[in-house]
C-alpha cells in the first residue's frame, strides 16, 4: 500500500493531474474582518505573480469553520491560552499578565515574526520560552504541545487582519538565505522540495490533498485530521517526512530560517491566526 | 471468554469479578445510541419532512459537519451506517426548543450512507439519507 | 477539571420573547472512540462525553446522547424559545463520571 502510494505520488506530479485552481471565496470572520486571501506576489517571490491563502483551496465546509470565531473550534484552546496567561509558574511567582498587562499589547508581533534579536533568530516559541525560563524560572513548554501552541495562537490572534511584514534584509539576510536554499532542496527518496508541490503544482491534486501554496500565515493551524492546533515546525516536519526524508527537529535552527523564509512569501496576505485546516 | 454484565455479576463478588469485568460491560452502562431497530423497534418508517444537511465530499473523516432538521419530531437519530458502531447520537427536543434540529460534526471511517431517522410526536418514524464520500490519503502531519 | 476540559457556549445576552435563539456550544474534549489501538495492539479504552443537556430554568431544551463516533471538542448547535429573562444550564456527562455545567443569563424584553 505504501509502495503504492509512493508510486501514486509520483505519477500525479508528474503528469500534471487536471488543475483545480483556488476558489473565489472571500474571507470575512465574523461578519467584521476581512483577510487578504490573495495579492499580489512580493518582489523576491520571482516564480509567483499572485499568492493565496491556503484557506482558498480548502472546502466549502472546511473554510466555514474559520469564518465564525465560534464555528472554530481552535478557539476553545485560545481561551485556554488566556486562562495560561494568569496563571503563575515557576520559582519566581510570576505570570505572563505580571510583565504583561494584557495580551492585546502583543498585536502586531506576530506579523514581523520570526525576526532577528540580539544577531539570533527568534521564532515565537522560542520567545515564549525564554522568558519562562529566564523571567519566570519555570519549565519550557513542549514545542508542538497543546500549551505552547496555545499560547502561539492567542498571541497569533492579535495579529489577525494584519499584512505579513517580516524583515528579510540586514541580519535576517543570511537567515532568510538559509531558508530559501532549504525551500528549493529536494529531499527524501522522494525527491520533492517544497516548491514541487507549493509552487509548480499548487491547485492540483496530490492524492486526495487539494496543494496549497503552503503559506503559514495561519498557524498554529486546527488540523481536522489530528483535530488539535498543529505548530509550523510540525507542519514542516510532516511535509519531509512525506518525502520520505529524515527530517529535522522542532525547534532546528534550520526550520527557524524556513519558518522565516515562508513568512517572506506570505508578505502582504494576512494573519489568519488560527486558521482550520483538513 | 465474553461476559454479559449479568453473568458477571452473578460469577461472583471481590477480585475475580473485577478482573474479569470487560470493557464492554462497563460501557454498557452508559446510554447508547444504538443501531435503527433499537430506535424504531421494526415500525415501518417513512420518507417526510426530514432534511439531512452533509457534505458530498468530506475533506476529512474525523470532522464532518452535519446538520438535521425534522419539524415536529421529538427525537431524532443519526446513523453512519458504514461505522464500526453505526449510532452517531440521539436527539430529544424539550418544551423551549425552538425548532427539532441540530448541527454537529461526526466522525466517518470512510465513504458511506449517513442516516437520520425522527420520531414524531404521534409515534411515527420518517427518516432520510444521504451518502457522504471520505477522502482518504494525501498529506499527513 | 479533570484533563483541562473547558466548555465554549454562545448564548445571545438578550432576546425578544418567543423568537428563535441560536445557540452554539463547544467543549474540549478527546473523545477517545475505543475503536483504535495503541501501539502494542490494545484497544485504547473509550473515553467520551455520552450526554449534554441544555436546560431553561429546569425547562428542557435539548437533550442528546452522544457516541464515539462524535468528533473531538464536541459541538453541537441548536435553536431555544423563551417567554421570561432567566438561565441557561449546560450540562456534560463525562464517561469518567465527571460533570461540566456552564451557565449563561439572558434578558428577554
Known amino acids: 500500500m505504501k509502495k503504492l502510494a509512493i508510486i501514486t505520488v509520483t505519477v500525479f506530479l508528474s503528469i500534471k493531474a487536471a488543475s483545480a485552481d483556488p476558489d473565489n471565496d472571500s474571507l470575512i470572520i465574523n461578519d467584521d474582518i476581512q483577510l487578504v ?82 544577531g539570533e533568530l527568534v521564532v515565537l516559541e522560542s520567545f515564549i520560552n525564554d522568558h519562562r525560563d529566564q523571567v519566570m524560572g519555570a519549565e519550557p513548554w513542549k514545542w508542538s504541545g497543546e500549551k505552547m501552541q496555545s499560547m502561539v495562537a492567542l498571541i497569533g490572534l492579535q495579529s489577525r487582519g494584519m499584512p505579513v511584514n517580516v524583515k528579510i534584509d540586514g541580519e535576517a539576510r543570511p537567515y532568510w538565505e538559509q531558508g530559501k536554499e532549504m525551500y528549493y532542496t ?16 499548487y491547485g492540483k491534486m496530490i492524492r486526495a490533498d487539494h496543494l496549497s501554496q503552503g ?25 519531509i517526512r512525506d518525502t520520505r526524508a529524515e527530517t529535522f527537529a522542532e525547534g532546528s535552527d ?9 513568512a517572506s512569501r506570505s508578505i502582504g496576505l494576512t494573519v489568519e491566526t488560527p486558521a482550520v485546516r483538513q | 471468554m465474553q461476559f454479559t454484565r449479568r453473568q458477571t455479576l ?14 464492554s460491560a462497563i460501557a454498557a452502562s452508559y446510554p447508547d445510541v444504538g443501531v435503527p431497530d433499537d430506535f424504531t423497534g421494526g415500525s415501518p418508517v417513512s420518507s417526510g419532512d426530514i432534511t439531512l444537511d452533509t457534505p458530498e465530499i468530506a475533506e476529512n473523516g474525523n470532522t464532518v459537519p452535519i446538520r438535521v432538521v425534522a419539524p415536529g ?31 454537529t460534526r461526526v466522525r466517518l471511517a470512510g465513504t ?13 418514524f420518517i427518516s432520510t439519507s444521504n451518502q457522504v464520500k471520505v477522502t482518504i490519503g494525501g498529506c499527513g502531519g | 477539571m479533570a ?25 474540549s474534549h478527546k473523545m477517545e472512540s475505543g475503536q483504535r489501538k495503541d501501539k502494542e495492539g490494545n484497544i485504547v479504552p473509550r473515553s467520551i462525553i455520552h450526554r449534554f443537556t441544555c436546560d431553561f430554568e429546569g425547562q428542557n431544551v435539548i437533550d442528546i446522547i452522544l457516541a464515539p463516533a462524535i468528533s473531538t471538542n464536541p459541538y453541537f448547535q441548536f435553536e431555544a424559545a423563551i417567554s421570561h429573562s432567566g438561565e441557561f444550564k449546560f450540562t456534560w456527562y463525562d464517561d469518567d463520571g465527571e460533570v461540566y455545567e456552564e451557565i449563561r443569563a439572558i434578558n428577554v424584553t
Open chain 1, 37 to 118: 486571501t490573495e495579492t499580489a506576489a512580493p518582489i523576491h517571490l520571482e516564480n509567483l505573480d499572485t499568492i493565496y491563502s491556503g484557506w482558498r483551496f480548502r472546502t466549502d465546509e472546511t473554510q466555514a469553520l474559520q469564518v465564525d470565531d465560534f464555528d472554530n473550534p481552535a478557539m476553545v484552546f485560545v481561551d485556554k491560552a488566556i486562562d495560561l496567561f494568569n496563571t503563575i509558574d515557576g520559582i519566581e511567582g510570576k505570570a505572563c499578565v505580571s510583565c504583561h498587562e494584557s495580551v492585546a499589547q502583543f498585536r502586531g508581533l506576530s506579523a514581523i515574526m520570526p525576526k532577528v534579536i540580539d
Open chain 2, 73 to 103: 419530531a421529538v427525537e431524532i437519530r443519526v446513523y453512519a451506517m458504514g461505522n464500526p458502531l453505526p449510532g452517531v447520537t440521539a436527539v430529544s427536543f424539550g418544551a423551549l426548543a425552538a425548532s427539532q434540529s441540530t448541527s
Open chain 2, 112 to 124: 458511506q450512507d449517513v442516516l437520520a431517522i425522527a420520531k414524531m410526536a404521534d409515534g411515527s
Open chain 1, 215 to 239: 503559506h503559514a500565515n495561519g498557524f498554529p493551524t486546527y488540523r481536522l485530521k489530528q483535530a488539535k492546533l498543529i505548530s509550523r515546525h510540525n507542519r514542516f516536519r510532516g511535509c
Open chain 3, 3 to 27: 484533563k483541562g476540559v473547558k466548555p465554549r457556549v454562545k448564548v445571545p445576552k438578550s432576546a425578544k420573547a418567543g423568537e428563535a435563539i441560536v445557540i452554539k456550544t463547544l467543549i
Open chain 2, 10 to 23: 452473578i460469577a461472583g463478588s471481590g477480585l475475580i469479578a473485577a478482573t474479569l469485568l470487560p470493557i
Open chain 1, 254 to 262: 534550520e526550520f527557524k530560517a524556513l519558518e522565516l523564509y515562508l
Open chain 1, 186 to 201: 529536494r529531499f527524501g527518496q522522494l525527491q520533492l522540495s517544497c516548491a514541487n508541490c507549493h509552487e509548480d503544482n
